[in-house]
């Protein structure tokens, strides 16, 4: 039988995941992980857990929608990634597909928006490696290969055939 390993600190379980939650919102199953990690039975970390629910300071469904639309927003990321992102925190794959079809705008504009802020900085470069940066920087966010070479090509005001 595995021994109990003592918390590395020595905040109550309670104590811990509410300074977790004061750095910033988390789904249940990150708190899990990290109470887990930090030394605390499991037992103890599910009563927490639950407790924080019933009085609702942890919501996966809310913080489905904050992460969306923090990563939709700010980091201008495509579906893919908000879904990856979210299901990586421990979020249902239900919840995640929701959150992440509730972006304000549609995917080519936003990935449209990204890709012009970004053609500037390319401008000194030869026209096919600037494409391929900016395709690749487009599809790391999420866009799908299509809509990353079509609006890396529109940034960068580049004809129609090349590829």
Excluded: W
């Excluded at 708190?31 to 499991?42: H, I, K, N, T, V």
């Excluded at 893919?80 to 979020?91: E, H, M, N």
């Excluded at 500037?120 to 290969?145: D, N």
């Amino acid at each position: 039988m595995a021994r109990r390993r003592e918390p590395k600190n020595p905040k109550s379980c309670h104590d811990r995941a509410l300074g977790l939650l004061a750095v910033r919102p988390r789904s249940r199953r990150e708190l899990e992980r990290r109470l887990l990690r930090a030394g605390f039975e499991p037992a103890e970390v599910r009563d927490v857990l639950e407790r924080l629910e019933r009085v609702g300071l942890i919501d996966d469904e809310a913080f489905a929608r904050q992460y969306a639309e923090h990563r939709f927003g700010v980091r201008r990321e495509g579906s893919r990634a908000v879904v990856s992102g979210l299901r990586a925190a421990g979020i249902a794959p239900s919840l995640a597909a929701a959150a992440s079809e509730e972006a304000p705008d549609d995917e080519e504009a936003r990935a449209g928006a990204l890709a012009r802020s970004r053609a500037s900085r390319l401008s000194g470069v030869e026209p096919a490696k600037a494409f391929s940066r900016l395709t690749s920087l487009l599809m790391r966010r999420g866009y799908s290969p299509e809509i990353a070479r079509r609006v890396a090509r529109e940034a960068l005001e580049l004809p129609l055939h090349e590829d």
